[in-house]
């Protein structure tokens, strides 16, 4: 079988963790031949990784750089390659690669929704979804309200965000490591946050309540993992926000890591105020290391699979955050996890391949 995925970038966001986490154990475990289309410049280490599960890495022309570059390209890929199914990971935007499937006959065309926003629909994101419904055979999304969100009423399946769970499971020694590293006391109450630095991810609110809360609680820290992206300031004006508060000392921001499951251990609280989501990864990587996470409330629900989650509003201010942060840093909590299915790899990507096998069967026919 042959799986060919497309998706706008491929750098350290959620989308391409999913794509790694899938594509490992389908090649590994399954056989699967497998190959990802990205459209802008790529991490160098994600690339690496992703050619060492086994995929096959392509980079086209970006649509708003060459549209008919993008078209040429797309077309050439698929007629050369000729998949069995390919797989679109580009929410509004998944019509390209799926029209181009559909005209080329490929049995299976996969539409994934990644992402839910909420608000009023302009006219062309209805047509861009009337496109997508088009030209898939098959849709998918990460959650309830991703899938609501790019089909409407339509029939979808749901794929979860699945993580190799022991791989996040809370480790002392990871704790002390990561706490040394970077000179944060043993007893210090540390607040973790992981994530690309753009507008979405809203770490600005972020860092405004952890400077309320420090003034009441010197001895905590704020942690904010991710890199911004080409061409954007967003990354500039945070840094230079966090110089203005008086916590500036205790906000510890790292651009990159290779990999993050030590640094949950290291949290006390896992904090992702977003001002929209599909279902985001870290979210999921968070609960497995049994740390409270505390989500806005615009991220979907099918995100929570254990009992230490909090979902806080972000149009409000920040003081419930504070309250939060507060009444999280006064208990004393287990931090074993028992695992769950939804967001059990193995179990995700069994499911994930009995899909494949049936779609291409059925639309073989």
Known sequence: MKVMHFTAGFVNGGVEQVLLNYTGKLNKEYGVDESIVYLHKADVEKKKLSEQLGNKMYQIPARRESLLG???????????EQPDVVHSHMSLMNFFPLTI??????PVRVSHSHLALSGRTSIKDKIYKGLTNWS??????CGEEAGKYLYGSKDFHILFNAIDQKKYRFNQNSRYEIRRQYNIPEEAF???????????????????????????????YLMIIGKGEKNQDI???LEDYIK???????????????STEKFYSAFDVFAMPSLYEGLPVVAIEAQASGIPTILSKNIDKSAIY???????PINQG?????????????QTFDRSFKGNDNYNIRVQNKKLFEWYSLWLKKNSK
């Open 70 to 80: 993008n078209i040429k390209a797309t077309y050439k890929l698929i007629k050369e």
């Open 235 to 237: 990354e500039q004006n």
């Open 244 to 258: 203005t508060k008086k916590s500036a000392t205790n906000i510890i921001r790292i651009k990159g890591v290779k």
């Open 190 to 220: 540390l607040i973790g946050n992981i994530g690309r630095i753009v507008e979405q991810k809203n770490q600005k609110f972020l860092v405004a309540a952890f400077d309320k809360f420090y003034e009441n609680n010197p001895n905590s």
């Open 101 to 106: 499937a559909k005209i080329l006959g490929v």
């Open 306 to 312: 254990t009992d230490k989650v909090d979902l806080l």
């Open 136 to 141: 898939a055979n098959e849709l998918v999304a």
């Open 318 to 330: 920040i003081n419930s955050w504070i309250q939060k942060f507060q009444f999280w840093k006064n």
